[in-house]
């Protein structure tokens, strides 16, 4: 489990099926102290990032990973 200067704990990474793209299942808390988990995908090429989605479960979140990893 890696954690970025935000915050933000990236769970697991994985490539995607998508050609050219790495999707990563992160989590954070937030201010309030709930948990939010989230999807994230990464262009390899110039590193710009697209979040997918966020939820406050996880099961949720790791279903969408687990479409998006190969």
């Given at each position: 489990m890696n954690k970025t200067a935000s915050g933000?704990?990236?769970i697991k990474e994985a490539d995607s099926t998508i050609q050219g793209k790495?999707?990563?299942l992160t989590r954070k808390t937030n201010k309030a102290g709930e948990i939010r988990h989230g999807v994230v995908l990464?262009?390899?090429r110039n590193g710009h990032h697209h979040r997918i989605?966020?939820?406050?479960e996880i099961t949720p979140a790791f279903k969408?990973?687990?479409?998006l990893a190969r």
């Open positions: 933000l704990e990236i790495r999707v990563s990464t262009n390899t989605g966020t939820f406050t969408l990973y687990k479409s």
